[in-house]
C-alpha cells in the first residue's frame, strides 16, 4: 500500500505565506509526477502545481510566480511554498502522486487526505 500524507495548512493573513509538504511512504518502487491540487468550497478540484521526476514544474496561472513546489526524491516529499497569499487561495489543499508501487510496471494516481489552507482578509 502506499500513502500520501500532507502537513502544513493553517490560517494566515493576506499576504502572508505557508509551505505545505506532502510524504509519501509505503511499498514504493518509484514516483513519477507529484502535484498539489486544491478544492475551495462549491468549486471543482483544479491543479495548483506539478513537478516532475526531473523537476519540470507547471503552474496554474493564478499561482504563478506567488507559489513553488519542489520535491526531494530521496525523502518521497514534494513541498509547495505560498507566498502573497490571497483569500481566493483558501481552500482544501490535496497531494497527488503518479506512484509505481514494488512488483508493478505502471504508475497509479494516489491522493492524500487533504490539509485545510484559509487566508483570513
Known amino acids: 500500500q502506499v500513502q500520501l500524507v500532507e502537513s502544513g495548512g493553517g490560517l494566515v493573513q493576506t499576504g502572508g505565506s505557508l509551505r505545505v509538504s506532502c510524504v509519501a511512504s509505503?511499498?514504493?518502487?518509484?514516483?513519477?509526477?507529484m502535484g498539489w491540487y486544491r478544492q475551495a468550497p462549491g468549486k471543482q478540484r483544479e491543479l495548483v502545481a506539478a513537478i516532475t521526476t526531473g523537476g519540470r514544474t507547471n503552474y496554474a496561472d493564478s499561482v504563478k510566480g506567488r507559489f513553488t513546489i519542489s520535491r526531494d526524491n530521496a525523502k518521497n516529499t514534494v513541498y509547495l511554498q505560498m507566498n502573497s497569499l490571497k483569500p481566493e487561495d483558501t481552500a482544501v489543499y490535496y497531494c497527488?502522486?503518479?506512484?509505481?508501487?514494488?512488483?508493478?510496471?505502471?504508475?497509479?494516481?494516489?491522493w492524500g487526505q487533504g490539509t485545510q489552507v484559509t487566508v483570513s482578509s
Open positions: 509505503g511499498s514504493i518502487f518509484s514516483i513519477n509526477a
Open positions: 497527488n502522486a503518479n506512484v509505481v508501487p514494488n512488483g508493478n510496471s505502471y504508475g497509479r494516481n494516489y
